[in-house]
């Protein structure tokens, strides 16, 4: 799996030094911080921006992408927390728009939503930029030593405005997000120091009562 990220980084470092017709970005954004421990919950905000800015001046109408990560150290989590953003329209019920996470590869999330709303509305529930989906997953203990940094990151993205045509565009930079990952030691100091603290304070709090109980002796 290492490998496969590095090639993957590789080549997105490659494409990141290709001209770009229009710029758009699209950015995987943690909700907690870049750090995470084995057994919490990690969430990720999928974000884009400049579907104006960048001189697009369109609305998006579906979006389609591949998200990699580490299934030795992460694992979907496909109800509540993660969903879907409201701005191609809300997903509940499939009123407003289709949504879709197949997460049946390990390690693999192909993400695919397709609003029912024409243009105009979409262009009144959409700015610039706007959140497309919440991901979450549970952090785990690998099996073998943990890992200092764990990789994040998005490929074959498709793009549509509200009539199904493709959006011909260049990502400014293509969605990578790396995680630091806290060592067991560093997990296990920390239960000790908490500990030690806790001690600390119960011995604070029993000394005045043992003086109290000399005296009255």
């Not at 990699?68 to 009123?95: E, H, I, M, N, R």
């Not at 990502?171 to 500990?195: N, R």
Request: proline share 6%; with cysteine.
């Amino acid at each position: 799996m290492n490998k496969l990220f590095l090639a993957a980084l590789l080549w997105l470092a490659c494409l990141g030094c290709s001209p770009l017709a229009q710029a758009l970005q699209m950015t995987l954004v943690p909700r907690g911080g870049y750090q995470i421990a084995p057994g919490g919950t990690v969430l990720v905000d999928l974000n884009i921006a400049g579907l104006q800015s960048g001189g697009l001046g369109t609305e998006l109408g579906a979006f389609h992408l591949d998200l990699y990560y580490d299934p030795d150290l992460l694992f979907y989590l496909p109800g509540a927390p993660s969903g879907w953003g409201t701005a191609l329209g809300q997903v509940a019920g499939g009123a407003q728009a289709l949504a879709f996470a197949d997460d049946a590869t390990p390690g693999l999330l192909h993400l695919d939503e397709v609003s029912l709303l024409d243009g105009l509305t979409l262009g009144q529930l959409q700015g610039d930029g706007f959140r497309l989906a919440t991901l979450a997953f549970q952090a785990r203990m690998p099996g073998g030593p943990v890992p200092a940094n764990t990789f994040l990151f998005a490929d074959d993205i498709l793009l549509g405005d509200a009539a199904g045509n493709r959006i011909p565009v260049a990502l400014d930079q293509v969605p990578v997000l790396i995680l630091q990952v806290d060592e067991p030691a560093t997990i296990a100091l920390l239960g000790l120091g908490v500990a030690a603290l806790a001690w600390q304070r119960r011995r604070v709090t029993m000394w005045p009562r043992r003086r109290q109980a000399a005296h009255g002796a």
